[in-house]
């Protein structure tokens, strides 16, 4: 059965600061790998979108990378604010109907 | 913009009652979804469908029931409120892709269900 782990569970850093978040997942055999933000209540904002085809994906200051083979996905934020304080999830598509195996989420603080 | 609209933002409900939580999307999406989000246990499938009157039961569909008459529509059912099933509910969508998987998935806002 997938299994996705993020850690850290939580992270604070400084403003200005380059940092990377990791998703681990079991199974290699994912159809793609999706990056949400979530804020405080409210629902998942999707980040970024990499199939399983692509190495990664860029959007801004974010920048997420797949590793099926070792089973590993990294978002990048570079030059962080505060306003990018939020929970972060990933999450692995695999077989037919395409149902997501979500992480738990690291959640990131950002200081001014 | 996709978006994915849930009626209610938050409700109030009593054991017992029989509690309809509704969700439309807008971009002709084959597969609709319905998660509960419960502090560390994160986010769990419920049930999905991807056609009109198609639905599959996800990890946890006890207690629970769907109904999709519409392509555009996705209904979660609690039949009988309990007290357990206090928690936020979040309704995604995405294209169905060649290969039957699911393409990139847009959540809406959120329900957050509170059951006294």
Same mark, same amino acid.
């Given at each position: 059965?997938?299994?996705?782990?993020?850690?850290?569970?939580?992270?604070?850093?400084?403003?200005?600061?380059?940092?990377?978040?990791?998703?681990?997942?079991?199974?290699?055999?994912?159809?793609?790998?999706?990056?949400?933000?979530?804020?405080?209540?409210?629902?998942?904002?999707?980040?970024?979108?990499?199939?399983?085809?692509?190495?990664?994906?860029?959007?801004?200051?974010?920048?997420?990378?797949?590793?099926?083979?070792?089973?590993?996905?990294?978002?990048?934020?570079?030059?962080?604010?505060?306003?990018?304080?939020?929970?972060?999830?990933?999450?692995?598509?695999?077989?037919?109907?395409?149902?997501?195996?979500?992480?738990?989420?690291?959640?990131?603080?950002?200081?001014? | 913009?996709? @978006?994915?609209?849930?009626?209610?933002? !938050?409700? /109030?409900? %009593?054991?017992?009652?029989?509690? #309809?939580?509704?969700?439309?999307?807008?971009?002709?999406?084959?597969?609709?979804?319905?998660?509960?989000?419960?502090?560390?246990?994160?986010?769990?499938?419920?049930?999905?469908?991807?056609?009109?009157?198609?639905?599959? @039961?996800?990890?946890?569909?006890?207690? !629970?029931? /769907?109904? %999709?008459?519409?392509?555009?529509? #996705?209904?979660?059912?609690?039949?009988?409120?309990?007290?357990?099933?206090?928690?936020?509910?979040?309704?995604?969508?995405?294209?169905?892709?060649?290969?039957?998987?699911?393409?990139?998935?847009?959540?809406?806002?959120?329900?957050?269900?509170?059951?006294?």
């Amino acid at each position: 059965k997938q299994e996705v782990t993020q850690i850290p569970a939580a992270l604070s850093v400084p403003e200005g600061e380059n940092l990377v978040l990791n998703c681990s997942f079991t199974d290699s055999a994912i159809y793609n790998l999706q990056w949400f933000r979530q804020d405080p209540g409210k629902g998942l904002t999707s980040l970024l979108l990499i199939q399983s085809s692509q190495r990664e994906q860029t959007s801004g200051r974010l920048n997420a990378s797949l590793d099926k083979s070792s089973g590993r996905s990294t978002l990048y934020i570079a030059a962080s604010q505060p306003g990018d304080s939020a929970t972060y999830l990933c999450a692995v598509t695999g077989g037919s109907q395409g149902n997501l195996i979500f992480g738990k989420g690291t959640k990131l603080s950002v200081k001014p | 913009d996709v @978006k994915v609209t849930q009626s209610s933002r !938050y409700l /109030v409900k %009593r054991t017992g009652e029989k509690v #309809f939580l509704e969700c439309v999307q807008d971009m002709d999406h084959e597969n609709m979804f319905w998660y509960r989000q419960d502090p560390g246990l994160g986010l769990r499938l419920i049930y999905f469908s991807y056609d009109v009157k198609m639905k599959e @039961k996800g990890d946890i569909p006890e207690g !629970y029931s /769907v109904s %999709r008459e519409k392509k555009e529509r #996705f209904s979660l059912i609690l039949e009988s409120a309990s007290t357990n099933q206090t928690s936020m509910y979040l309704c995604a969508s995405s294209q169905i892709t060649r290969d039957r998987a699911a393409g990139e998935l847009f959540f809406g806002e959120g329900s957050r269900l509170t059951v006294l």
